[in-house]
């Protein structure tokens, strides 16, 4: 199994950088587009009904090339708006530039550390794994924070380092689909499904919070297992801890900082700021009520139109928007009553901190959203996806056991192409199209997408925190090797991604539950 995980690991390092690959594919993209529409001249019939939006007046979906004087001039003028209309962007710097206050504050690490010190040794495992899923709030804090605070905590109760590291890191990555509350990442894949989705709808949108029901009971489902694998497995595997092969400075036992009095007095503020929030968006859902003509009314962020808080309701179409202002009020009043922060300028300083991280993915973005603008131009998605979609129907394949295919397809994927955002900009056009089409709405389609990519995501060397884990775990263990790291979350991979699965089927399909508010499991093309 070592030299399998080893070989894939290999095949993973041969693939280019995520920037040049979507650069790459961007320009195979127009290459194809040349290829099938301007010399092969591919067409297929257009499964909408007539009159729908966006469907021809000869009910055909042809390709178009790129590679004509066009097709060049579309994308020299697009360039610019291809990359600022595209839906992800907009959300998470708006999402992060909130998430940054909180961090600066120091709020985040403070909440994290309260959970994992605040437990007994009994419930520790717990705790830890518990406390990396909700750290995917904020999605580099469980990296960055609580996989070496789990090590320092282990070893304190004379338990292995790594087991601790192994169990944060798990909770954290491979539960990074699990959830609580709505993370950044939400919005985030929520713009990329809409995007594929509306190669197919064009008036189709998914919101931020399409999969919480589901995730709020996989936030259970990956505490409960992984602190089972950790217990059972892991642990008894790693058996006593050899603190020679250690760092050092990793070894005081009075590493763990507890939480200080400021601290407890900021997380009591916060928690009240939190309390506040809460209420401002029921203010939000209630009953339409008038107060007075210079105060918006009840149920302001309802449906206008239906009156409905689920569908098309402004209050899960800009979700990103109570992102942006529960961490910038909490965050802030963490950090006034901590002594963190003082005025408006820690804020912006806060601000200004977290936008400044994203320059990596600003730069991926760009290409990204030339791809997928390139593939949206030349009718290959919907092309692909229609022809797709017949043969699942040709050959009886439309029933819910496709997406076990589809899952193990996300994983595979995962193990070349560690981004999660990434990976889905690629992969939504084709397959978010396709399964609608044979009747499966994209939340649902998203929600499977995200079981394959983050059971998967603690197990590949191209995850882009893997190199901070490993350097993380190679203080206790100088002889660490990237495959003793695979061979230890391996046992979480594959318990993660069998349970959730099973999981996925049993509230989806067998129970009929929705995997979020508002979010049907089943798609019907507009008139039938």
């Known amino acids: 199994m070592t030299r399998f995980l080893d070989g894939v690991e290999w095949l993973g390092n041969l693939l280019p950088h995520p920037v ?39 009910g055909m979906i042809r390709a178009v090339s790129l590679m004509n004087e066009d097709g060049f001039r579309r994308i020299f003028t697009s360039l610019t708006t291809n990359f600022t209309s595209f839906a992800p962007l907009g959300v998470v710097l708006v999402a992060m530039l909130g998430v940054g206050v909180a961090e600066k504050s120091g709020l985040l690490s403070a909440a994290v550390r309260s959970i994992v010190l605040g437990a007994n040794r009994h419930t520790v495992t717990v705790a830890v794994v518990f406390a990396g899923v909700l750290s995917n709030t904020a999605s580099e804090m469980g990296y960055v924070v609580l996989v070496p605070l789990a090590g320092a905590v282990f070893y304190a109760l004379g338990r292995h380092p790594l087991a601790g590291m192994a169990a944060a890191f798990a909770g954290t990555s491979g539960g990074y689909s699990a959830n609580l509350l709505i993370g950044t990442i939400d919005p985030l894949l929520a713009g990329i499904t809409t995007e594929a ?62 939480v200080s009095g400021a601290e407890k007095k900021g997380l009591v503020w916060a928690g009240i700021a939190t309390l506040a929030v809460f209420a401002a968006m029921a203010w939000t859902l209630m009953p339409q009520i008038d107060l007075a003509g210079w105060l918006p009314g009840w149920g302001a962020l ?25 961490f910038l009020i909490v965050g802030f009043a963490y950090g006034r009553a901590a002594g ?22 600003i730069v991926l973005v760009f290409f990204a959203a030339q791809f997928v603008a390139f593939f ?19 050959t009886g394949m439309t029933g819910p056991a496709i997406f076990i295919g589809f899952i193990l397809m996300c994983c595979f994927v995962n193990l070349m192409l560690g981004s999660a955002s990434a990976q889905w900009a690629v992969t939504a056009p084709i397959f978010v199209p396709m399964l609608m089409l044979v009747g499966y709405s994209p939340e649902v389609i998203q929600a499977a997408y995200r079981i394959g990519d983050s059971s998967t995501n603690i197990i590949t060397p191209m995850m882009s925190y893997f190199g901070l884990i490993l350097a993380w775990m190679t203080r206790y263990d100088k002889n660490l090797g990237i495959g003793t ?34 979010s049907p499991t089943f798609y019907e093309m507009p008139g039938g």
């Open 302 to 326: 309802r449906n206008p139109e239906t009156g409905s808080i689920f569908q098309q309701a402004p209050f899960f179409t800009g979700f990103v928007t109570w992102i942006f202002l529960f």
């Open 485 to 518: 790291v695979i061979a230890m979350m391996l046992p979480y991979s594959v318990a993660f991604l069998v349970i959730w699965v099973a999981l996925f089927f049993l509230w989806t399909f067998a129970l009929g539950m929705p995997v979020g508010p508002g």
């Open 197 to 258: 989705a509306q190669l197919i709808d064009p008036g189709y949108v998914v919101s931020a919070p399409a999969n919480w029901y589901f995730m709020v009971i996989s936030t259970f489902m990956i505490t409960v297992v992984g602190s089972l694998v950790t217990i059972f497995i892991v642990e008894p595997k790693l058996g006593k801890y050899d603190s020679s092969r250690a760092d050092p400075a990793v070894l005081d036992k009075n590493m763990m900082q507890p």
């Open 376 to 394: 949206g131009w030349s009718n290959l998605g919907a092309i692909t996806a229609v022809t797709g979609a017949q043969f699942l129907t040709d």
């Open 20 to 58: 040049t690959l979507f650069a790459i594919l961007a320009g195979l993209m127009i290459l194809a587009s040349g290829l099938f529409g301007g010399v092969m001249e591919v067409a297929v019939e257009d499964p909408r009904p007539e009159g729908a939006s966006g469907r021809a007046a000869d």
């Open 340 to 361: 963190t922060m003082k005025n408006d300028r820690d804020v912006i300083d806060g601000m200004a901190s977290a936008i400044s991280t994203l320059g990596l993915y």
